[in-house]
């Protein structure tokens, strides 16, 4: 088992930023990928950012790209979803996952977080 945990989110106004963590515990960091994932109100869970194991490669949703970077710390065991420029469609329950495998695809994630609220007002 993988333990995650999201911690930073909070309320911003359009054009501020906010910086995701996601603690990991269980299991050896560097055996996994990591994804943040969004969820709006009544929309379907998807794909915001993802990085491997390494750290050396990494993917993002085209409507974050520029605006967002994932990083992780292996040493921390912990990943990290920069976010800039927020705008008010970025609004959503933000969780980030673990798996050997997966990047982009929600459903193929082994281990989850319990999620943070994001709000960006206008």
């Known amino acids: 088992q993988v333990q995650l945990v999201e911690s930073g989110g909070g309320l911003v106004q359009a054009g501020g930023s906010l910086r995701l963590s996601c603690a990991a515990s269980g299991r050896t960091f560097t055996n996994y990928n990591m994804g943040w994932f969004r969820q709006a109100p009544g929309k379907e869970l998807e794909f915001v950012a993802a990085?491997?194991?390494?750290?050396?490669?990494?993917y993002y949703a085209d409507s974050v790209k520029g605006r967002f970077t994932i990083s992780r710390d292996n040493a921390k065991n912990t990943v990290y979803l920069q976010m800039n420029s927020l705008k008010p469609e970025d609004t959503a329950v933000y969780y980030c996952a673990a798996d050997r495998v997966a990047l982009r695809t929600p459903g193929a994630y082994a281990f989850w977080g319990q999620g943070t609220q994001v709000t960006v007002s206008s």
């Open positions: 990085i491997t194991w390494s750290g050396t490669s990494t």
